[in-house]
Each structure stands twice: as structure tokens, then as C-alpha cells.
């Protein structure tokens, strides 16, 4: 069984663009969970997708954005570009809540 | 709110046993991974506990104490390969929400 691909694996850009990643699950897998992870903030959650719905939040600003599609693929948007955007984004996927949850290689964003 | 607590770095020698501890505090709390995690990899799983008490999977065990907000993830006969930074996360108020601490360094020496 394929695992959580993402893409695309490295990505610059710089402040005031915007940016999209996207993310497929494992098949079968109807929940997508997004995650930044940075070194002095370790990993933190941004939110959760479940049959094209998000189901939880994390606390961050308005410029993250993501959505779900039928087949279950999501994608994040991170709009006007911070630097401290920087940072290595996974995705991870899961068959419903409080499992498993599977990440993949990450994509890693750097705003200039 | 929502704390987690673990050892920044930890060393090892080949062939020994290590205990990475973990404590938290959160409301709603549903159950703990433990994830390691490779420099430039992605975080895999390795444990999940709901219920109290030891989880043991070939040199892995996790021990889970709800009541006492503690955790622990256990390594026998250490490898080199398992030098990584282990991740603690707890789940909490349902979905998918894991909430991490800020991981263990381990290394493992010869």
C-alpha cells in the first residue's frame, strides 16, 4: 500500500507571495491532518479534515488555509508570506480520529 | 491548557536499555503516541496508548499512567540506528488534534 505523498518535497519563496502544498493520504484513509514543524517551536498542529470537512484548528492566523477534496487529497495555503513561514510542513493521515496517524516526507517551504 | 513535558537530550550506549519519559497535562485527555522521528525524516509511529499500563512491541514498550500523567517509552538492546529525536503526543477532546512535546534527543553511542 502506498503511504502519504506530498507535494511538491522543497519549495522557495518569498515574503508577500502566497503558496499551495498538497497532500494524498493513504487510500482508505478519509482524515488528513496538516502539522508545521519548525526548531524552536517543534510541531505543531494547524488543522484537521474529515469527508471534506475540517473537524479541528490549531492557533494559527487566517493566512493558513486548507480544504479537502472527495478523494480525500487535501492542500494547504499559506497566503502573504511571513518569514517565519519557514518551515517543514507535513501532512498525515489516519481512518478516523485517535488512530494511527500516518506522516509523509514533508514539504519543506523557505520564504526569502 | 495543554502542557508536555520531555527530556531534551539523552545519551546511550550500544546494547543498553533507555527510558524516555514524558509527562503532561491536558484537559480531555484521550490517549498518547510515541513517534520517532529521523534528522530530515518524517515523524513513524511507534506506540499508542489509552489504557493504563504496559504496551510492549519487540525492543519498544510504552507504559501509560493516566492518573498520574505519565508516560514512558522503553528501548532495549539499543542499535545505532536508533539515534532520533522521540516524539511524545497526546490526543485530546476527540478527532485528530495531537498536541506534541518538544521530543527527546537520543543518542546512541558505540
Known amino acids: 500500500k502506498a503511504g502519504v505523498t506530498q507535494t511538491p518535497r522543497y519549495l522557495i519563496k518569498t515574503r508577500g507571495q502566497q503558496v499551495t502544498l498538497s497532500c494524498s493520504p493513504i487510500s482508505g484513509h478519509r482524515s488528513v491532518s496538516w502539522y508545521q514543524q519548525t526548531p524552536g517551536q517543534g510541531l505543531q498542529f494547524l488543522f484537521e479534515?474529515?469527508?471534506?470537512?475540517?473537524?479541528n484548528k490549531g492557533n494559527f492566523p487566517g493566512r493558513f488555509s486548507g480544504r479537502q477534496f472527495s478523494n480525500s487529497r487535501s492542500e494547504m495555503n499559506v497566503s502573504t508570506l511571513e518569514l517565519g513561514d519557514s518551515a517543514l510542513y507535513l501532512c498525515?493521515?489516519?481512518?478516523?480520529?485517535?488512530?494511527?496517524?500516518?506522516f509523509g516526507p514533508g514539504t519543506r517551504l523557505t520564504v526569502l | 491548557g495543554q502542557n508536555i513535558d520531555q527530556p531534551t537530550e539523552m545519551t546511550a550506549t550500544e546494547g543498553a536499555i533507555v527510558q524516555i519519559n514524558c509527562t503532561y497535562q491536558t484537559s480531555g485527555f484521550n490517549g498518547l503516541f510515541w513517534y520517532q522521528q529521523h534528522a530530515g525524516e518524517a515523524p513513524t509511529f511507534l506506540s499508542y496508548?489509552?489504557?493504563?499500563g504496559l504496551e510492549e512491541k519487540g525492543r519498544f514498550s510504552s507504559f501509560l499512567s493516566r492518573s498520574k500523567g505519565y508516560s514512558y517509552l522503553l528501548l532495549k538492546e539499543l542499535q545505532m540506528k536508533d539515534s532520533a529525536s522521540y516524539l511524545c503526543?497526546?490526543?485530546?477532546?476527540?478527532?485528530?488534534?495531537?498536541?506534541f512535546g518538544a521530543g527527546t534527543r537520543l543518542a546512541v553511542h558505540p
Open positions: 498525515a493521515s489516519s481512518r478516523d480520529y485517535n488512530n494511527e496517524q500516518f
Open positions: 503526543a497526546v490526543t485530546s477532546g476527540g478527532y485528530n488534534k495531537l498536541i
Open positions: 496508548n489509552v489504557l493504563d
Open positions: 479534515y474529515f469527508s471534506e470537512t475540517q473537524r
